[in-house]
């Protein structure tokens, strides 16, 4: 059934409510954005009440005694606003739209808004401005979790392979530029598989995850480490050259090796303890990422072969000539 047509009474009453002032005045104060209004010198004269709750200013605070330049993270930021409000980049003259950008709390933290904002013209004059304010906080957190959770192994909750490869590259680059050592650890589980044949994988998974508390606890804030797959795994060690590395290697080992029968939830049945072998390797000069992780993972397995639970550090180079040495076995390792 088709829809009847508005009764111009109805119409004539919207009208009405529309401009009653204290209509609009209740509108712009449920209103869940803030909404500041200024006038053309930028003297705030319009701040609802999630206006409030975005800065933590009371109305009172600010209604005719702020500028609108002290709500955002800088004066500077107000200009640029400005300008791009009589611009036509963002929506055209007068109007701005979808600017994403910061207002400053009165606790000194720095809250993600969205903008909009038009200019008020009287008699084809400009008398102020309003934007409307929207909190991006819940947004950026939603959109951080869900970064997180693509970069994280769910099971050790380290970094995973894919994060591995493109913090490396940044580290490296950083490390060519300020001339920094970085030291890379490559080291994997000795005697994982009978183990995890013998008591399954819920306590294999114990120890996997075991290696993510060791790293937890013994790295400093500023190194990193990744579950690079099954039972391998990555540490990369800011400003730290082989010497160093190889210490932190062992004390890592050692670590482990106290900790690891506390996450066993029944006897071993006489089967080799489950320790680390580790090989480190110092980024040289102009090699690419894909060397450091070569001669890190031939000095692991330099590690292994020489009966593991110990560390190895890497051969220096990665020419044919290296890399056969490697897998013959000349790596230095130390138990």
Request: charged residues 25%; aromatic residues 6%; hydrophobic residues 40%.
């Amino acid at each position: 059934m088709p829809m009847k047509p508005l009764q111009g009474s109805f119409t004539q009453g919207m009208v009405n409510l529309v401009e009653n002032a204290k209509f609009l005045e209740s509108l712009v104060s449920l209103c869940p954005d803030g909404i500041i209004g200024v006038d053309r010198q930028g003297v705030i004269t319009l701040f609802n009440q999630a206006a409030e709750a975005l800065t933590g200013l009371a109305a009172g605070e600010v209604l005719g005694k702020k500028y609108i330049t002290e709500v955002y993270q800088s004066p500077e930021l107000a200009r640029q606003i400005k300008k791009q409000l009589h611009g036509p980049e963002l929506g055209g003259p007068g109007r701005l739209d979808g600017l994403e950008v910061e207002v400053r709390h009165k606790d000194g933290r720095l809250v993600p808004i969205r903008l909009s904002a038009v200019l008020i013209m009287e008699d084809g004059q400009e008398v102020g401005s309003v934007g409307f304010f929207h909190d991006l906080t819940r947004q950026r957190a939603l959109e951080e979790e869900l970064r997180r959770l693509s970069i994280t192994d769910s099971l050790t909750s380290l970094a995973n392979r894919r994060h591995f490869h493109g913090v490396l590259a940044e580290e490296v680059a950083r490390s060519e530029r300020y001339g920094r050592p970085l030291s890379l650890v490559c080291f994997d589980l000795d005697n994982f598989k009978p183990f995890n044949d013998n008591f399954g994988h819920q306590e294999g998974d114990n120890i996997l995850r075991m290696v993510g508390d060791c790293a937890r606890t013994m790295l400093r804030g500023q190194d990193f480490a990744f579950r690079y797959g099954g039972d391998e795994f990555m540490l990369l060690l800011v400003e730290t050259n082989l010497g160093d590395g190889l210490v932190a290697g062992n004390r890592f080992r050692q670590a482990f090796n106290l900790r690891w029968p506390q996450a066993l939830s029944q006897p071993s049945k006489g089967l080799r303890p489950v320790t680390l072998s580790l090989g480190v390797a110092q980024y040289v000069d102009g090699e690419r990422a894909e060397g450091l992780i070569m001669r890190a993972d031939l000095a692991m397995y330099e590690a292994k072969r020489a009966g593991g639970d110990r560390v190895a550090a890497a051969q220096e180079c990665i020419s044919a000539e290296c890399v056969s040495l490697g897998a013959k076995g000349s790596g230095k390792a130390t138990s």
